[in-house]
């Protein structure tokens, strides 16, 4: 995993240097930052706590991002911070960790709007929900729909870990299950 860490680092250096020597294809480098909703694999107690205070599994990430176009179809690294938020039986705990997505997309309309998905890798710096003593690395998958004016783009996505893949069926719907992090992120960018 720190060898995957490293080599999207410097895919993300990489994709600096080539956009700086080619601005003019459309692709480049900037920041983006959002608002993401954390849930744990408990849909129904979930949902229900949406509607009580949607608030306590918000969180944010901020980062930045370089774009490699090729025709209709784009690299997208990123490296992020972000910050999760968990309500587990009226406890609020809360996860940083620094995220690198790989994204690959294909523009459906143009650059206006788009689609993408790819593997998310990530470091842990703090995690409420694990003791001390917990794996710092983890590896997910994101997909989503991004809408792009210009130099400002829109996106949503949905995340998912793929750590602790385990699955009970009882234990999903009455919330005891294992807490793999799912979110759905809504972020806004700028490029440069």
């Known amino acids: 995993m720190k060898t995957a860490l490293k080599s999207i680092l410097f895919l993300f250096a990489l994709t600096a240097f080539y956009q700086s020597g080619n601005a003019q294809t459309g692709g480049g480098f900037g920041i ?5 909703y954390n849930s744990n694999g408990q849909y129904f107690k979930d949902a229900e706590a949406i509607w009580g205070d949607p608030r ?13 176009n090729a025709g209709p179809v784009y690299l997208r690294p990123e490296l ?35 689609v993408f998905a790819g593997p998310s890798f990530h470091y842990y710096l703090e995690d409420e929900l694990r003791d001390f003593d917990y ?3 983890n590896a997910g998958y994101q997909f989503g729909v991004g809408l792009n004016l210009g ?9 998912r870990v793929l750590n602790g893949q385990q699955v009970d069926i009882d234990n999903v719907f009455t919330g005891d299950g294992d807490l793999r992090f799912q979110q759905l992120m809504l972020g806004l960018s700028l490029k440069f």
């Not at 983006?32 to 993401?36: C, I, S």
């Not at 306590?56 to 490699?68: A, E, P, S, T």
């Not at 910050?83 to 994204?103: F, K, M, W, Y």
Request: hydrophobic share 35%; glycine share 12%; charged share 15%.
């Open 32 to 36: 983006k930052g959002g608002l993401n």
């Open 56 to 68: 306590n599994n918000l969180g944010y990430h901020l980062g930045v991002f370089g774009k490699i």
């Open 80 to 114: 992020n911070y972000t910050h999760l938020n968990s309500e587990i039986n009226t406890v609020q705990l809360t996860t940083q960790r620094l995220d690198a997505p790989l994204l690959v997309g294909i523009n459906l309309l143009g650059p206006l709007l788009s």
């Open 135 to 137: 794996e710092k690395y």
């Open 151 to 159: 130099n400002l783009g829109l996106d949503l996505r949905y995340e």
